[in-house]
């Protein structure tokens, strides 16, 4: 069984910053893509940030220059600094992963953490 679990997240005013960690724990053999989700109040799930196993990055275009999505292999997790917060920023954040584990490949979901940018 695979986990990611989330941490980080919290309340914050405009201008800050925050930086979210997720750690995959269980029975990994290989973690390929990671990303970075989130999910505003009445609102789809979008993809924030993504990064290859190799370290190529993807930015939604409302976080470019903001956000910054690194990965430590070894420790299999990944991150997102979040650097000159907005109001728009608020939302239930999300770390996924495809992990390919002892007997198959499979796409997992964190818990969420929520992260409230105050104006």
């Known amino acids: 069984q695979v986990r990611l679990v989330e941490s980080g997240g919290g309340l914050v005013q405009a201008g800050g910053s925050l930086r979210l960690s997720c750690a995959a724990s269980?029975?990994?053999?290989?973690?390929?893509?990671m990303g970075w989700y989130r999910q505003a109040p009445g609102k789809q799930r979008e993809l924030v940030a993504s990064?290859?196993?190799?370290?190529?990055?993807n930015y939604a275009d409302s976080v470019k220059g903001r956000f910054t999505i690194s990965r430590d292999n070894a420790k299999n997790t990944v991150y997102l600094q979040m650097n000159s917060l907005k109001p728009e920023d608020t939302a239930v954040y999300y770390c996924?992963?495809?992990?390919?584990?002892?007997?198959?490949?499979?796409?997992?979901w964190g818990q969420g953490t929520q992260v409230t940018v105050s104006s």
């Open positions: 996924n992963a495809g992990v390919r584990d002892t007997y198959a490949y499979g796409n997992y």
């Open positions: 990064i290859t196993r190799g370290g190529s990055t």
């Open positions: 269980g029975s990994i053999f290989s973690i390929n893509d």
